[in-house]
């Protein structure tokens, strides 16, 4: 994943684009306003990487490039954290009947990167990844049910490394930073999905409350949410009959990709000569990739880039930090979305522009 995967993929928003009931709204994702968004942000954030390249480059410092036996190790990580973030979405569908491609997953998971970087608060995503499954004929169901237990897993294994972390690190300002930023990750998508699940027990048919009329819910809007609730409580159900060995292979393999992606900072300082603790290099990181996922603009909005400035300014040595921060940038995200424009770019602009498309795979 190139951002790592939001806690809004619980919002019934994401179900505008997969849903099959009739809509008094078009489902674009992608009107006019929101590609000069899309711009604008990219924009910005191509700015603030200009802004931190001018301010922290001195004379003498090294150059922007790095040596080529460091691209390949960095390309290596990357080929294998996606083998492996591919790995977890097989093996976790397998477990629960779903006969899924490893091949098939990974064009569903760099589908969904390329979606996340060009629609706001991440809400193309799982409109993508659901196309892409469905055109590759998995039924609507069990797609659902794939992009539910991606989040899973997910969630599980960023417990896990923040749990192994605590345990075997003395504590700093970083590994507090895991902790807090597992800790509100969890709780975000912990209590979106509680409360998903209690409404999936209540409210899956009918008009609308009138808690929801209030907040100016429509009848057809709530149908959607409705949909989403019952394929909600399906997942739920389904994981009940999951084969828990192949469940045990996708967390290993979930744990594994997040660790191969935060090997990409490691590679390049050991690369530019810098002396840096390791652990400051593994734990911010993983703060700013899954704190980043929660930052609703396109591409982070410059947010990244000045994150990553304002934090590792105290970790890296000022010669390294722009060259650091370009070749992190482009190795723990666009290199992601521009893997995902060609392996799925088609699919997903169908996804994200209109609504004919995806009722026609259903």
């Given at each position: 994943m190139a951002e790592a995967a939001s806690p809004t993929r619980l919002s019934v928003r994401r179900f505008d684009c997969i849903s099959h009931l009739p809509s008094s709204h078009p489902p674009s994702v992608l009107t006019p306003l929101r590609w000069l968004l899309v711009l604008v942000s990219f924009a910005a954030a191509a700015g603030v990487a200009i802004w931190v390249i001018s301010s922290h480059w001195p004379e003498g410092g090294v150059p922007l490039g790095l040596p080529w036996w460091a691209h390949l190790l960095a390309l290596g990580a990357v080929l294998f954290e996606l083998t492996l973030r591919s790995g977890k979405i097989a093996f976790s569908a397998r477990?629960?009947?779903?006969?899924?491609?490893?091949?098939?997953?990974?064009?569903?998971?760099?589908?969904?990167?390329?979606?996340?970087?060009?629609?706001?608060?991440?809400?193309?995503?799982?409109?993508?990844?659901f196309l892409v499954l469905r055109e590759a004929g998995v039924p609507a169901t069990r797609a659902l049910l794939v992009l539910f237990l991606e989040l899973l897993v997910e969630l599980i294994s960023l417990v896990i490394i923040a749990a192994v972390?605590?345990?075997?690190?003395?504590?700093?300002?970083?590994?507090?930073?895991?902790?807090?930023?597992?800790?509100?990750?969890?709780?975000?998508?912990?209590?979106?999905?509680?409360?998903?699940?209690?409404?999936?027990?209540?409210?899956?048919?009918?008009?609308?409350?009138?808690?929801?009329r209030a907040v100016g819910?429509?009848?057809?809007?709530?149908?959607?949410?409705?949909?989403?609730?019952?394929?909600?409580?399906?997942?739920?159900?389904?994981?009940?009959?999951?084969?828990?060995?192949?469940?045990?292979v996708s967390l290993?393999?979930?744990?594994?990709?997040?660790?191969?992606?935060?090997?990409?900072?490691?590679?390049?300082?050991?690369?530019?000569?810098?002396?840096?603790?390791?652990?400051?290099?593994?734990?911010?990181?993983?703060?700013?990739?899954?704190?980043?996922?929660?930052?609703?603009?396109?591409?982070?909005?410059?947010?990244?880039?000045?994150?990553?400035?304002?934090?590792?300014?105290?970790?890296?040595?000022?010669?390294?930090?722009?060259?650091?921060?370009?070749?992190?940038r482009f190795y723990s995200y666009y290199i992601y979305v521009l893997l995902g424009a060609f392996a799925a770019g088609r699919t997903v602009m169908r996804a994200l522009n209109a609504e004919k498309p995806a009722r026609a795979v259903s």
């Open positions: 477990a629960c009947g779903i006969p899924l491609q490893v091949g098939t997953a990974a064009r569903a998971t760099l589908g969904g990167d390329f979606a996340t970087a060009i629609t706001p608060a991440r809400i193309g995503a799982e409109p993508a990844r972390l605590l345990a075997v690190l003395p504590a700093s300002g970083a590994l507090k930073g895991v902790a807090a930023m597992v800790g509100g990750y969890a709780t975000v998508v912990l209590g979106l999905g509680f409360g998903g699940w209690v409404l999936s027990r209540r409210r899956t048919y009918g008009p609308p409350p009138a808690w929801a819910f429509g009848a057809g809007f709530w149908r959607r949410v409705q949909l989403g609730l019952r394929n909600m409580r399906g997942s739920v159900e389904a994981l009940r009959h999951a084969r828990w060995s192949l469940m045990g290993a393999c979930s744990v594994a990709h997040i660790t191969a992606r935060l090997m990409t900072l490691p590679i390049i300082i050991g690369a530019l000569g810098a002396d840096v603790p390791l652990t400051s290099l593994i734990l911010w990181p993983l703060v700013l990739l899954y704190g980043g996922a929660l930052i609703p603009a396109p591409a982070g909005g410059g947010a990244m880039e000045f994150g990553f400035s304002a934090i590792m300014d105290d970790v890296l040595p000022g010669d390294v930090l722009a060259a650091s921060l370009i070749w992190w």
